[in-house]
């Protein structure tokens, strides 16, 4: 941590609260009562904002939640999880690896392939799931809103349905349709609404010298909750302070970034690497800068749908 002007020791530890280091928390085997016994489901959540989708709330080294919960999930080759419904929105963007999302009604399935960068945004109520169908474990960003922390529905678990159909999502052999932005089936159409290809997602360049591409919110996919964005940060690029009246969160996923505080002339910085977060209460002022010779891609997701109100100033 540098200390830029006085010493604030009280900053300081405010600012190192709402960090989370990669390296200091642990993949939790256990996090869903659902899937004990079912070992086709394992899989691995690393809680960084909130429970997100878990019971154990509360649990120290994860940051409490205000609009939305941020964690990590991990999937090892082959196995699935069983398509289910919920009343929050919950996006998955995938950092490594191949995920498969199925979305089911009626007993028919749309199937989406999601490849590193590529984002869906699971609608309120809609059945799914999901299934690594690749050749490498799947680590992705899981985040979901906290209007109404409800347990899922279950429609299609292998603790009541044939292991076979339940890792198709509920589809019996030839119900399965792919994902297909020009198909007529109105799943079809209504699942092209909620998938964002980072390849063909527009890359916008901020008057502030770094770039965006809207993922969640006007641009990407419409949302109530939260708007969701990856930010291309160039080496020595950086923004002047800024207040929001929501909280909004980084995660790093490559290179390093160096994130500051102030308070009553104090500023303070620290420097981020990857799968390090930092989360930036409503009302503080904070800022980010790339110090570093490579470019830095930072997820972001600030708790409000509405659109960008800061006008960000270059550094
Ligand atoms: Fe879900």
């Known amino acids: 941590m540098n200390v830029i002007s006085a010493v604030a020791p009280t900053l300081a530890a405010d600012l190192r609260r709402h960090v989370v280091r990669h390296i200091q928390k642990t993949f939790d085997w256990d996090a869903f009562p659902s899937n004990t016994g079912y070992p086709d489901l394992q899989r691995a959540q690393m809680r960084y904002i909130g429970a997100g989708g878990s019971p154990k709330v509360g649990e120290p080294g994860t940051l409490k939640p205000e609009h939305f919960t941020l964690s990590l999930i991990y999937k090892h080759i082959g196995k699935y999880a069983a398509c289910h419904a919920h009343e929050i929105e919950e996006s998955f963007l995938i950092i490594d690896g191949v995920l498969t999302v199925g979305w089911e009604q009626n007993g028919e399935v749309v199937e989406v392939k999601l490849g590193p960068g590529d984002m869906i945004l699971n609608a309120r109520d809609i059945g799914h799931g999901f299934r690594n169908d690749g050749i490498e474990p799947v680590l992705m960003s899981i985040s979901v809103d906290v209007g109404k922390p409800l347990p899922p529905r279950y429609l299609y678990h292998p603790k009541n349905t044939d292991p076979a159909l339940a890792r198709a999502f509920g589809a019996v ?72 009246d929501v909280e909004d969160t980084f995660l790093v996923l490559d290179g390093s970034l160096t994130i500051g505080w102030e308070e009553n002339g104090q500023r303070i910085e620290m420097e981020l690497g990857p799968r390090d977060l930092v989360f930036n209460p409503a009302g503080r002022s904070h800022w980010f800068r790339n110090n570093s010779a490579g470019a830095c891609t930072v997820w972001s997701v600030v708790g409000t749908e509405q659109p960008e109100s800061v006008q960000f100033g270059r550094a």
Request: glycine share 12%; net charge positive; with cysteine.
């Open 173 to 244: 052999p030839g119900k399965t349709l792919p994902h297909d932005p020009e198909g007529s089936h109105p799943l079809q159409q209504l699942m092209a609404k909620y998938v964002i290809r980072h390849s063909e997602q527009p890359t916008l360049w901020d008057p502030a010298g770094f770039t965006r591409k809207v993922y969640v919110g006007p641009g990407g996919v419409d949302s109530t909750t939260c708007r969701k964005e990856m930010l291309g940060i160039p080496p020595g690029a950086g923004v002047k302070p800024y207040v929001r």
